[in-house]
């Protein structure tokens, strides 16, 4: 069993930055895969980046690339998503997800944890 915890959402400019927080605990946590994903208001749920347990290998979504950032403290068993020059589709429910899988693989399926959320609004 892995929990998530998210924190940092909150309400934030466009062009301004957040730093988002999912703190993992349970054993084996070397052997998942993290990621963030995230669901806007009357949108299905999206992926956004995930980072294996080094922190070597990520990838993120096109929409961020340049803008955000995934990266990891494995001794914090945390993970971080550092968002910059946000913009207003940026706004939704920010969900810290884990799976046994690999880097590649997680947008593509439905993770086994994953987080309560937390909310990001941009507004204008």
């Known amino acids: 069993q892995v929990q998530l915890a998210e924190t940092g959402g909150g309400l934030v400019q466009a062009g301004g930055s957040l730093r988002l927080s999912c703190t993992a605990s349970?054993?084996?946590?070397?052997?998942?895969?993290m990621g963030w994903f995230r669901q806007a208001p009357g949108k299905e749920r999206e992926f956004v980046a995930a980072?294996?347990?080094?922190?070597?290998?990520?990838v993120h979504v096109d929409s961020v690339k340049g803008r955000f950032t995934i990266s990891r403290d494995s001794a914090k068993n945390t993970v971080y998503l550092q968002m910059n020059s946000l913009k207003l589709e940026d706004t939704a429910v920010y969900y810290c997800?884990?799976?046994?899988?690999?880097?590649?693989?997680?947008?593509?399926?439905?993770?086994?944890?994953w987080g309560q959320g937390t909310q990001v609004t941009v507004s204008s």
């Open positions: 997800a884990a799976d046994r899988t690999t880097v590649q693989s997680m947008g593509a399926m439905l993770p086994d944890y």
């Open positions: 349970g054993r084996t946590l070397w052997r998942y895969v």
């Open positions: 980072i294996n347990w080094s922190g070597v290998d990520t």
